[in-house]
């Protein structure tokens, strides 16, 4: 009887047990978010490098598994070492890349390329002209072979200026229909006016200056192997790549000469608000940025932090204020940018036209708030863990390896944003964000607005003075209260 | 617990060469019905995880399109039972992850990529939107109204889209096939919130379900984890869905329209093929590489060709929507010039008929075919997604994830004797669409 008893009273405690558990229709384990486990090491493979005799520096990053070896070579001539008089050469020279060679036609090079199971994309921004390669990996010879022809004997000539000139210019003209790509771009000018990097915005007036001559000059100066770097990732091996390479490439002359990085960048003198009319947009792209002048130690992952606390994320302060508490914006973000010389901090929102002049008032009272209190740590420790969790998925594509190194390369950088991000994000704290925020995003900035001006007239008589841009950049009149 | 029940298969061995991305693939079934696919990629502390539910604008009736876009809205944005409004984006966000939805004509996906170390939290959270969708009236009216709002600024934006709808009711005849996924505004205004829970309460079911995770995780307590969040979730049904197949005369046919926000003439081309699953279909995928996929491929050497370009642009390739297949070609081209661009299409075709392609032409598609597969796996995101999509479409063909998986094998052993058969059964005039398109 008494065992009896006993066992009712463990089934009555095991139904409340079981009730309270099942409180509101489900298990307790479904009322809260789980948590995380311990945050799971990232090991990196090593970045190893050595220099050809021809003075042409190599990183191999081995990557086991990758059916893919991707090859990126960055030539140091980006638009900063384009003339004065000639803006855009270097984004004439990566379209020349594309044209065919001495030997073969630009069909033919196609048809070679793909046959390795490649493709090959050619770019310039304002530090280098990044030439990226990827191929099935059992053809690396084959793919150096084409990348040597097409380094050492460029089919360099009127005709394919002609056409890298018509395609650069249709590519921007539909560009240009862009709110975000034609407000950076006005806002990249005015950031670096009188600087080499203000010539990395040029416009399609410019790629009617290109001659053939000026890029046979350009090619002769820049594209040297003691002015470019290989990254190559995949399975292979620091011996085997820097052998291939050699082989294919040593036919590649050294140019007798010091490169000279660009000085540094100086920040806006005054806060500029101007406004580029698009009157097929929908809605108003607000784009504001100032300028980073070389950076100390450290302050590049305070900025990173910063950038994401701003606008890294809908839970950042830009997007709950302008489009959670406002309800003025569909998409926000901010970011620093990193160059060789310097960088930019810039930021963007997408909002309606006709909450224009708000939403740039609360652009800058979220700056300002900024550089005047320090954030709470909770809110810097959730920004460094939205990057520490952020960082190996950039890396996850199998040729994403050789992209970011590619890039860390181009920008003079190493192991820091590699094999030792985490630790140098982890350093971060809300003293060294406000340091950082203090320092520059104090500057004058300089904001740019593109959208359709019959819908925010009166939005822009809110400004002391916007100076009006038509879409290629010229200034077109100067409006004032 | 109902890991007992569920017994794990390994996926047949493949072969090293034909995908290497994805090895260590194994399912399993749990208890009420949900498939689970788990694929081990040690490489980086990274983990994807996909919902692939098999609803899509194919299952919607008529009077109720847009019900299957709008409940993806809804899915992404309005929270479940223990999530807030935008809490799923949010908590994804804040561990450094990305998420997206796709909401295409066969089926849905949900996916998350995010640090291994909050796989827990990405399950529990799918799980809670799958098992407690909150369809209350304000969260409805709010992705009613975005959609409607999106629907507008598409419609007077996109190039192209209102020609392409009427291009999908030809080629694809009934409605269930033929109707666009983004619905009719009129139908999208009568939709009531029961709409959408009948539809969720069908379709958003275990049994309906595919759930996939790649990346680095520890099996055991990845398929405890799977067992804690989803199994208690009643299974539902799974949906009997029977189209009927449509016969059609074999004779060519062509239609104009006018498209009020075409920025030039165009044409559309398109062929009904053989259904997925058939050995013909492989014989489509790889004809595709040979046709359209690369530069150096026919129909762009022919049609964007440097020295004699006539059109300005060329875009196309399979699609298959559920059991069925067809191949679009769409060209933009100048008014003179849309003739000879369809000209060249079936000029190209007629030679492909004549001839057998040359061993470095095969070679050559093979080659870029792989290489189309190692992209489309490259990430732990792409391989979540396209074990997903790789599960329904065996599904529907009557096949193994097996089968799926070995795919490649059996596409790379195509001759050109079998690419002629099949150019001679579809790729004719007698079985293809043609849509001119008018700017008006």
């Known amino acids: ?481 | 617990m109902g890991l007992a029940a569920a017994v794990l298969v390994w996926t047949a061995a493949l072969s090293a060469q034909s995908l290497p991305l994805m090895t260590g693939v194994s399912h399993y079934t749990l208890r009420n019905g949900l498939t689970v696919i788990l694929q081990e990629q040690a490489d980086l502390p990274v983990v994807s995880v996909a919902v692939g539910y098999n609803a899509g604008s194919i299952h919607e009736l008529p009077g109720k399109t847009g019900v299957a876009y709008l409940l993806e809205k809804l899915m992404m944005f309005a929270g479940s039972a223990n999530v807030s409004p935008l809490e799923h984006i949010s908590d994804i966000n804040r561990a450094g992850g990305t998420l997206n939805a796709e909401a295409l004509e066969d089926q849905t996906l949900y996916y998350q990529t995010i640090p291994s170390n909050h796989l827990a939290m990405a399950l529990w959270l799918e799980s809670d939107r799958m098992r407690t969708l909150d369809l209350s009236p304000e969260n409805f009216e709010k992705a009613r109204t975005d959609l409607l709002e999106e629907l507008r600024n598409r419609r007077t934006s996109e190039p192209f889209l209102a020609s392409l709808q009427t291009f999908d009711e030809l080629l694809y005849s009934d409605f269930s096939f033929g109707h666009s996924p983004l619905g009719l505004e009129s139908d999208i205004r009568n939709l009531t919130v029961e709409d959408v829970r009948a539809f969720y309460d069908a379709f958003y079911v275990p049994q309906n379900a595919v759930l996939c995770i790649s990346g680095r995780f520890d099996r055991v307590r990845t398929r405890e984890l799977i067992a804690r969040y989803f199994e208690s979730i009643p299974g539902g049904k799974a949906p009997v869905t029977a189209f009927e197949e449509p016969t059609f005369a074999r004779v060519p046919f062509s239609r104009t329209v006018d498209d009020p926000v075409a920025s030039a003439p165009a044409v559309f081309l398109g062929f009904r093929l053989a259904p997925p699953g058939s050995p013909q279909y492989r014989i489509q995928t790889l004809l595709d590489f040979v046709l359209l996929k690369g530069r150096s491929a026919r129909l762009n050497r022919r049609l964007l060709n440097r020295e004699a370009k006539i059109a300005y642009q060329l875009s196309g390739g399979i699609e298959r929507r559920d059991g069925r297949t067809v191949y679009k070609v769409f060209i933009i081209a100048s008014p003179p010039q849309i003739q000879a661009c369809e000209d060249a299409v079936f000029n190209e075709l007629d030679k492909l008929k004549r001839t057998f392609l040359s061993e470095a032409e095969i070679a050559k598609a093979k080659t870029l075919y792989r290489q189309d597969v190692y992209k489309r796996t490259a990430t732990s995101t792409d391989r979540v997604i396209f074990l997903a999509q790789a599960f329904w479409m065996e599904r529907t063909a009557g096949g193994t994830l097996d089968d799926a998986l070995a795919e490649m094998d059996r596409i790379l052993k195509i001759t050109p004797t079998e690419i002629t058969a099949v150019l001679n059964r579809y790729y004719v005039r007698e079985n293809c669409v043609v849509l001119y398109v008018q700017m008006k």
């Open chain 1, 1 to 481: 009887m008494k065992r009896s008893l006993f066992r009712a009273a463990v089934g009555c405690g095991a139904a409340v047990c079981f009730l309270a558990a099942m409180a509101g229709g489900q298990e307790r384990f479904r009322q809260r978010i789980p948590p995380p486990d311990p945050r799971p090491e990232l090991r990196l493979p090593r970045l190893e490098t050595v220099t050809l005799t021809n003075g042409l520096p190599i990183t191999v990053v081995y990557r086991e598994g990758a059916p893919m070896t991707s090859l990126h070579l960055i030539f140091y001539a980006g638009e900063q070492a384009s003339p004065d008089k000639t803006p855009g050469l270097a984004t004439l020279v990566s379209g020349i890349f594309g044209q065919g060679t001495q030997l073969h036609s630009a069909a033919d090079m196609e048809e070679r390329i793909e046959s390795i199971g490649g493709s090959m994309s050619v770019s310039a921004d304002q530090d280098v002209i990044l030439f990226a390669f990827h191929f099935l990996e059992e053809y690396l010879d084959e793919a150096l072979d084409l990348a040597a022809e097409m380094i050492l004997q460029p089919r360099i000539g009127d005709r394919e200026v002609k056409i890298v000139q018509s395609l650069v210019s249709a590519e921007m003209a539909a560009q240009e229909r862009n709110p975000v790509f034609t407000a950076h771009r006005i806002l990249g000018r005015l950031l670096f006016e009188g600087h080499p990097y203000e010539k990395f915005a040029f416009n399609r007036g410019a790629i009617r200056n290109w001659t053939s001559r000026d890029l046979q000059e350009f090619w002769d100066r820049n594209i040297r192997p003691n002015n470019a770097q290989v990254v190559l990732t995949g399975m292979v091996n620091i011996n085997a790549a820097s052998r291939k390479i050699s082989h294919a490439l040593n036919l590649w002359r050294p140019r007798d000469f010091t490169p000279v990085p660009p000085p540094p960048p100086r920040p806006p003198e005054r806060t500029r608000i101007c406004f580029i009319d698009l009157p097929q947009a929908g809605q108003c792209t607000i784009c504001a940025g100032t300028v980073l002048p070389p950076l100390v130690p450290g302050e590049r992952f305070a900025l990173l932090t910063l950038g994401q606390l701003l606008g890294g994320s809908i839970n950042s302060r830009l997007f709950l204020n302008l489009r959670e508490s406002k309800g003025y914006a569909y998409e926000t973000r901010s970011r620093p940018e990193f160059y060789r010389a310097g960088g930019a901090f810039s930021l963007e929102a997408i909002v309606r036209p006709e909450v224009v002049a708000a939403s740039v008032r609360e652009i800058f009272s979220e700056i300002r708030l900024l550089t005047r209190e320090a954030a709470s740590s909770t809110e810097i420790e959730e920004s460094k863990f939205t990057l520490l969790g952020g960082f190996p998925l950039q890396l996850d594509r199998f040729d994403a390896y050789a992209g970011y190194v590619a890039n860390l390369r181009a920008a003079g950088e190493g192991e820091d944003l590699w094999s030792r991000f985490s630790e140098n994000v982890l350093d971060v704290d809300s003293g060294r964000v406000l340091q950082a925020a203090q320092k520059y995003l104090s500057q004058p900035f300089i904001v740019v607005i593109a959208g359709p001006r019959e819908w925010c007239r009166e939005e822009l008589a809110q400004f002391e003075e916007v100076d009006v841009f038509d879409v290629r950049g010229q200034l077109v009149e100067t409006i004032r209260k």
